[in-house]
């Protein structure tokens, strides 16, 4: 089998950097409310670099690079830049000094387009000669984008494409990139890293922020690992197992989620036959003629690049964008292409969207109001038309217990988790109501390895209650640790499906690149 590790390796890593660092940090501490997010974290990166910085959801790595980025301000403590103490006084400053950063979490208007949200990053440059750049410089990585796009009409991969293109377009010293690899083939992750150790030959320096260990180990030179706040290790990570860098970043033994035994009952429970749907964005991807079934007791995992028709899939299977043909979907032998969400939840079905804010979870409202506002009709939990306080925070207590979610208690609001931990708090909430179908996009985007095994093991531990469970992944580590079949939509149109250890990682990733038919080299993954 070969693995990530395997494809990315390059043919000759560059010598360790030597010298005065590009950026040393000494002390950087930083309190919130009832947290200390940094305590006392001191870390060097030379230039030329690529140093990972990793640590499980909460750790404290996004207040951290926000301080370099000038996002935030530490409470204490120095950054020096080329051996000078500097103060970064905001994100301008940041990119004065040669900084730039991809954010987990975009910051992007969503009214503006590709074009104009990447000018405001490079101000004082022409559009015109900025419209040639972008092209040149998006196709050249393998990260196409159309400028004239709104970004309201982009799916989350897309917008991440264009943070990764922004960022590269300043020619950076300092390259901080966070998750940057969630949108990729194998074959463009490749691509990607040739292009990451170009600049790091050129003399820049990159810190990268992944849960992918594997990546992590291909990549990086150095990995500083934070746990609670705190810097708890710094290794070489070619030196590790993805295992032990998991372990030091929580602190326990990681165990790899465990396939308990299960029957794939002869009932097919969601069935989805000639669905033909227009996308309702004028740049979207329309539906053709897309056919599936998944039956109790199976997972099938759907694969493909951001922007390929999964947003106006899961939005038909949701029941968010209605089909004239009733008959498309059914649910437990229940057509409901032309119902709405709440009738197919009353069937059993149960949605997790890949956007967390503001579509899985409504960011200034309460733990206990989130749970409440998909699992009230099936958990009873309105009395006399009221909302049963006492059952609805005791759910979100369940909730926030099994699933391990890193909170103050469910009166705090959504919006003050980070961005794994209310992943989580989805994932649970949806999966704790025992759905007879669950429809689930992107599970682990954004997680930490511990918490990417626990909602594999839920998930796993779900179907074998009798649950089909429909994954869309962009991530095929995913699809084939949890997935029993694998089909590929690309372009809006579905593969066939097939058994997961009948297929290799190189030839799904040729699919999802629009390559059609499963022939190739390669042994099966397994």
Same mark, same amino acid.
């Given at each position: ?117 990447? !000018? ?174 998944? !039956? ?121 988790? !980070? ?53 869309? !992944? ?53």
């Amino acid at each position: 089998m070969t693995t990530v590790e395997d494809a990315v390796q390059p043919a000759q890593r560059p010598a360790a950097p030597t010298g005065t660092p590009l950026l040393d940090l000494a002390g950087i501490t930083k309190a919130f409310p009832g947290c200390l997010a940094n305590d006392d974290i001191s870390f060097a990166i030379m230039p030329g670099e690529i140093h990972a910085l990793l640590g499980e959801n909460g750790a404290g790595k996004s207040t951290l690079v926000k301080i370099i980025y000038g996002v935030l301000k530490p409470d204490r403590g120095e950054l020096r830049w080329n051996g000078q103490a500097v103060h970064v006084a905001g994100p301008s400053a940041a990119r004065n000094l040669g900084i730039g950063m991809v954010f987990q979490h975009f910051s992007l208007f969503e009214a503006m387009t590709v074009l104009e949200n990447v !000018s405001l990053a490079l101000e004082g440059e022409p559009l015109s000669a900025l419209r040639e750049r972008l092209l040149k410089l998006s196709e050249s990585y393998g990260l196409p984008l159309d400028p004239d796009r709104h970004v309201h009409d982009l799916s989350v991969g897309e917008r991440q494409r264009i943070e990764i293109v922004r960022c590269l377009l300043q020619n950076p010293k300092l390259l901080i990139l966070d998750e940057p690899t969630s949108v990729l083939t194998p074959q463009e992750v490749e691509r990607m890293f040739e292009t990451l150790h170009k600049l790091s030959a050129e003399g820049c320096a990159i810190l990268y922020i992944s849960h992918k260990l594997d990546e992590v180990k291909a990549l990086c030179d150095t990995a500083t690992i934070l746990r609670g706040g705190r810097k708890v290790a710094e290794c070489d990570p070619k030196r590790e197992s993805a295992r032990s860098l998991a372990e030091l970043m929580i602190g326990e033994k990681v165990s790899p989620p465990s396939r308990p035994e299960r029957t794939v009952e002869a009932k097919e429970r969601l069935v989805v036959s000639g669905l033909t749907a227009a996308s309702d964005s004028e740049f979207g991807v329309d539906l053709k003629d897309i056919g599936f079934s998944v !039956s109790g007791g199976e997972i099938l995992g759907i694969a493909g690049i951001a922007g390929n028709g999964q947003t106006e899939l899961m939005s038909v299977l949701t029941g968010e964008t209605l089909v004239p043909a009733a008959g498309a979907i059914t649910i437990d032998g229940e057509e409901v292409g032309a119902q709405g969400p709440a009738p197919r939840r009353a069937l059993g079905a149960a949605f997790v969207p890949e956007e967390r804010n503001g579509h899985g979870a409504v960011p200034a409202l309460s733990l206990s109001d989130n749970a409440f506002l998909t699992a009230f009709r099936r958990l009873g939990l309105v009395r006399n038309g009221l909302i049963a306080d006492a059952p609805t925070k005791s759910y979100a207590e369940q909730v926030i217990g099994d699933f391990d979610v890193r909170t103050t208690g469910p009166a705090a609001e959504a919006g003050s988790l !980070s961005g794994g931990n209310l992943q989580k708090f989805i994932v649970g909430r949806e999966i704790l109501q025992d759905p007879g179908v669950l429809v689930i996009s992107q599970p682990t985007w954004g997680v930490d390895a511990g918490a990417a095994a626990s909602i594999h093991q839920a998930l796993l531990d779900l179907a074998a209650r009798g649950t089909a469970v429909l994954v869309i !992944s962009q991530d095929l580590d995913e699809i084939f640790t949890v997935c029993d079949r694998i089909a590929v939509i690309s372009e809006g149109t579905l593969s066939d499906s097939r058994p997961v250890g009948e297929v290799t990682i190189e030839q799904i990733g040729l699919l999802m690149g629009g390559l059609h038919g499963l022939e190739g080299e390669g042994k099966p993954h397994g």
